[in-house]
T-cell receptor, first 113, second 114 residues
């Protein structure tokens, strides 16, 4: 069965520092992987997605993620965090039919000045 | 471009009351979903519909029913609300077309059952 693990419940970083959010997945085939961001009181917005090809994918707002099949990971990174990046981040995996999405429990990001 | 629209945005129910959460999408997507979001538990799939006329249970379907009224609309019904159903509910839709898919979310419905 598909599953997603986000080991870090909460992360605090200083503005301008680099960021890495971890995501591990379990899926029997080539996964479709996603990172979503949720600002307080809002729905989820797609940051980036991976289906195949180049294992380093670029997303919106300066985020990128790297797919590592050997580690079953899809970690999200940003070189320099801005205060507006404070939010909840969710990693997700979709079935290869694209019909079902499974989400991790989320990582809450706090950015301090 | 409205995307995914959920109504209502907020609702308070008494235990035992019933209600229906409405969801509509204007992106001609095949797949639609209902999730609930609880602190520390992420998003859990309640029901999904891979196409018009079909519905399937997700991880936490107990206490809920759904109807895929047409391609645009997917409603979630609580027949007899319980305090354990206090949550934020999100509707989502996706094309379901393999590598072209991504999930689009509504703004959520915050439901409190007292």
């Amino acid at each position: 069965a598909q599953s997603v693990t986000q080991p870090d419940i909460h992360i605090t970083v200083s503005e301008g520092a680099s960021l890495e959010l971890r995501c591990n997945y379990s899926y029997g085939a080539t996964p479709y992987l996603f990172w979503y961001v949720q600002s307080p009181g809002q729905g989820l917005q797609l940051l980036l997605k991976y289906f195949s090809g180049d294992t380093l994918v670029q997303g919106i707002k300066g985020f990128e993620a790297e797919f590592k099949r050997s580690q079953s990971s899809f970690n999200l990174r940003k070189p320099s965090v801005h205060w507006s990046d404070a939010a909840e981040y969710f990693c997700a995996v979709a079935s290869n039919t694209g019909n079902q999405f499974y989400f991790g429990t989320g990582t809450s990001l706090t950015v301090i000045p | 471009n409205a995307g995914v629209t959920q109504t209502p945005k907020f609702q308070v129910l008494k235990t035992g009351q019933s209600m229906t959460l409405q969801c509509a999408q204007d992106m001609n997507h095949n797949s639609m979903y209902w999730y609930r979001q609880d602190p520390g538990m992420g998003l859990r799939l309640i029901y999904y519909s891979a196409s018009e006329g079909t519905t399937d249970k997700g991880e936490v379907p107990n206490g809920y029913n759904v109807s895929r009224l047409n391609k645009r609309e997917f409603s979630l019904r609580l027949e007899s609300a319980a305090p354990s159903q206090t949550s934020v509910y999100f509707c989502a839709s996706a094309s379901g077309q393999g590598a072209d898919t991504e999930a689009f979310f509504g703004q959520g419905t915050r439901l409190t059952v007292v």
